[in-house]
């Protein structure tokens, strides 16, 4: 069963390969192959989740060849509910795309495809070099996902958010040198049995190394001051791949919780607990930012950037207590932030095209096709990304606050999310009331274009709408859904954060495999 673990990567491979190979002239069949291939993963995916229910972390070896010499993938209950968030996310994105939006360019499918691919293997990957590589392979197909569709505005931001991950990548691999150079190995489970032994002298390198890796993660996760790249490149690219770039956020927020909790973690001896008290404090102020962002946005777009920031400011804030409640209520965050993020990402889209010449911009437009509709998705949305009652977002912030009664900055933490929420809430309000209360009435003149003026036409009416809404709205109700079933999706992050904390098992899975199977059938 452990040779399934490397069908999430090999999948996209071959998907994306097909695609520009044998159907790159052909739009059509790209959209069955790519919504084809993204039910299999989610089959996949589900199925994965399910085999690693049972606690008992499973590595696969590519080729055959024993850690700490070969490439090694390993499926645990963190890397297995990634796997299932980013291919329910992946089939959302197909989908909207293939409903018309995926003509304004080429190679769209094989581009989402090779992301899923890089996407798959960070999770899954048991070594820091391979992490590397996966993250230049998610990094390579997004810069195309960005620019697919052209335009000067979409050039501009691409150029500074590839400068920006170009030097992130480089830091990386100063990173992996450093710390190879210290401890002879990059296996993530060697790493955290040999972290602890390293000599006085060599522990100031090796930090050195931790503390650049750390810079990396948190660049990919957004967090102040290395945010700035996000509202500029999510705004000025697709509502496809933005929603898509959803997960890439979170690829930061996992790596930081894999590799700070696994290899330099309490354990580690002295370099134990190396970036703790970074985290936290920075959150803090990456919240704050993007409630002020929202609060400042004059365009929708900007608005959904900004409240992306504070909600990973909120997942950062439980990260950064690197125990098993704070993780609970991470992991639970980010299922629901996730999937409000696309779904606003999605939404605005759909708002904009209906609005002619105004687009999404918060001004007085005159009403526009399925306005009543879009109003209801986006006030759900809405509400569940500010963390108000009844949805996820809500629960999600009770996880958080919960986590936090007993951190020695818990009056700072709980002021600051709840003061941030307070902003975001006008925000939202104030884009709310405008965009679909505030309606002027269409011109009249003679010879206007009533779709420039933003007038819903027929065709308006009626082209392009049942899918993209269907889609929208599925991502709002997986939220509602999270809300319902609060309970077991807690219990299981629970066990999730549980088996997390219990390094041993991870390290016998990939250095001792034959033990740990042993130790499982007993």
Not at 103 to 114: D, E, P, Y
Not at 358 to 375: I, K, M, V, W
Not at 476 to 503: K, M
């Amino acid at each position: 069963m452990t040779n399934w673990i490397v069908i999430p990567t090999v999948l996209p491979a071959m998907t994306a390969a097909l695609l520009i190979l044998a159907l790159r002239h052909h739009l059509r069949r790209q959209r069955i192959v790519s919504v084809g291939a993204a039910v299999l993963m989610l089959a996949l995916a589900i199925w994965l989740f399910m085999l690693a229910s049972d606690g008992t972390p499973r590595a696969y070896f590519l080729g055959n060849w024993p850690a700490p010499f070969g490439i090694t993938l390993v499926l645990d209950r963190l890397s297995a509910t990634m796997l299932l968030l980013t291919a329910v996310l992946a089939l959302a994105v197909v989908l909207y795309a293939s409903a018309g939006w995926d003509r304004k360019g080429r190679h769209f499918h094989a581009l989402l495809q090779f992301q899923l691919l890089g996407v798959n293997g960070a999770f899954l990957t048991g070594d820091l070099f391979n992490l590397f590589v996966f993250f230049e392979v998610m990094l390579i197909a997004s810069y195309g996902l960005m620019l697919h569709g052209g335009g000067a505005p979409r050039l501009k931001a691409g150029f500074h958010y590839v400068a920006i991950n170009l030097v992130a990548s480089t830091l990386f691999l100063f990173a992996v040198g450093l710390i190879y150079a210290v401890t002879g190995t990059l296996n993530m489970a060697d790493l955290a049995v040999k972290v602890a032994e390293v000599a006085a002298d060599d522990q100031a390198l090796l930090k050195t190394g931790a503390v650049l890796l750390f810079v990396v993660f948190a660049t990919k996760a957004a967090l102040v001051p290395l945010h700035w790249w996000l509202p500029t490149a999510y705004a000025a690219t697709s509502a496809p791949a933005a929603a898509m770039f959803m997960i890439m956020t979170k690829v930061g927020a996992y790596t930081i919780i894999r590799v700070y909790g696994l290899i330099f973690g309490a354990d580690a001896g002295p370099l134990g607990a190396v970036v703790e008290p970074l985290v936290i404090p920075a959150a803090l102020v990456t919240l704050l930012v993007g409630a002020v962002g929202v609060l400042s946005s004059r365009n929708l777009r900007d608005l959904v950037c900004f409240s992306v920031i504070a909600s990973m400011g909120n997942l950062l804030i439980a990260v950064g207590l690197f125990d098993g409640v704070g993780t609970t209520a991470a992991l639970y965050y980010i299922i629901h932030s996730t999937l409000t993020g696309a779904a606003l990402f999605l939404l605005v889209d759909l708002i904009a095209t209906r609005r002619g010449k105004r687009l999404d911009g918060l001004a007085p437009a005159p009403e526009f096709a399925n306005q009543t509709l879009l109003g209801g998705l986006f006030f759900l949305a809405a509400i569940g990304m500010v963390g108000l009652p009844p949805l996820s977002g809500f629960l999600g912030k009770l996880l958080i606050l919960d986590a936090t009664r007993d951190a020695p900055q818990a009056v700072l933490i709980w002021t600051v999310v709840l003061g941030a929420s307070l902003l975001m809430t006008i925000g939202f309000a104030r884009a709310g009331s405008v965009i679909f209360w505030n309606n002027v009435p269409p011109p009249v003149a003679t010879g206007a274009n009533p779709a420039d003026a933003g007038a819903a036409t027929p065709a308006a009416m009626t082209a392009g709408v049942a899918l993209p809404i269907l889609v929208v709205a599925l991502l709002v109700g997986g939220t509602a859904a999270l809300s319902l079933g609060a309970g077991p999706a807690t219990r299981a992050f629970e066990a999730t954060s549980a088996q997390l904390l219990d390094r041993d098992a991870y390290i016998r899975a990939v250095l001792a495999p034959d033990a740990s199977i042993r130790t499982a059938e007993r």
